[in-house]
């Protein structure tokens, strides 16, 4: 979720970028995929308003030339770490997500981090975009 004054753009972090609507701290645009680096970039995003949720809306788009270097983590306020995606799809460009994310507690708020390592050297890549927010 995006939002500008009063206008809120839910699941729509290319089209907030593209006529340049700042976050507010949800949505994360553009960041470096360091090259051969496990530990990556780290995306942090504080969540509120699922206080009593088990769910959460992910939307994260990456550009590299071979998502079988990637690594894909989400790493909960308590600390548990959620896979989304372990270097498969080697040769294939490009990295999407779109959906929920389910954990097995109840209350999603605080500080989330979204991790994108790249194990590999010989391929740079972007994070697009990500988005996290409670369902």
Known sequence: MCTTG??????????AQS???ASEGACVFGERIPDGSTAGVL???????G?????????????????GQLKVR??????????LHDRSGAGVPDFAWC???????????????VSVGDGVA????TVEYVNLTAR
């Open 74 to 83: 989400v790493r909960a306020p308590n600390g548990a770490q959620l896979s």
């Open 51 to 67: 206080s009593s949720s088990t769910q959460l809306a992910l939307d994260l788009r990456l550009r590299h030339p071979d998502r």
């Open 122 to 125: 010989g391929g740079e890549g």
């Open 99 to 113: 959906g929920t994310v389910r954990v097995p507690w109840t209350g999603v708020n605080g500080r989330w981090i």
């Open 19 to 21: 006529v340049g609507i």
């Open 43 to 49: 995306l942090p995003i504080v969540v509120a308003g």
């Open 6 to 15: 009063r206008q809120t753009l839910i699941g729509q972090c290319p089209l």
